[in-house]
C-alpha cells in the first residue's frame, strides 16, 4: 500500500479545490461548529464557503504550495480525506497534478499516471 508521505497535501490543494458540494458538514457539533471563524462558512451554514470550487480557508497555488487555515478546526469531512483515495486521484487528476507511483497492489492503481 503507499504510504500518506507518497501524497504531500501542502503541494497538492486539490481535494479542496475540486467541487463547492464537497465541504459540507455532517457530523460535527453545534460547538465544534462555532469555533470556525464566520468567512470560512457558508452563507447557508451547511459547509465551507468556496469561491467558484476552491474552499475559501485554502490559500496558495494548487499543485504548488497549499495550506489550510483552519486545519486545527477543519470540518469532519476534511478530516476523513485519504491521502491516495479515490477522491484524492480525481482530483489531482483534474488539476493535471502526477500521481506518486503507486505500487501494482493499490486500489487506485488503474488510474493512469500523469
Excluded: K
Amino acid at each position: 500500500m503507499t504510504s500518506l508521505i507518497d501524497f504531500d497535501c501542502r503541494s497538492c490543494g486539490a481535494c479542496c479545490s475540486f467541487s463547492p458540494t464537497w465541504p459540507r458538514f455532517s457530523t460535527e457539533t453545534e460547538a465544534a461548529l462555532d469555533l470556525l471563524p464566520a468567512q470560512f462558512v457558508a452563507a447557508n451554514e451547511q459547509g465551507m464557503r468556496c469561491d467558484g470550487a476552491r474552499c475559501s480557508a485554502l490559500v496558495g497555488r494548487v499543485g504548488s504550495a497549499t495550506s489550510c487555515q483552519v486545519y486545527d478546526l477543519r470540518p469532519d469531512v476534511c478530516r476523513a480525506c485519504v491521502p491516495g483515495d479515490g477522491a484524492c486521484l480525481t482530483a489531482r487528476e483534474f488539476f493535471g497534478i502526477g500521481q506518486p507511483n503507486l505500487p501494482p497492489d493499490h486500489i487506485d492503481a488503474r488510474l493512469p499516471i500523469n
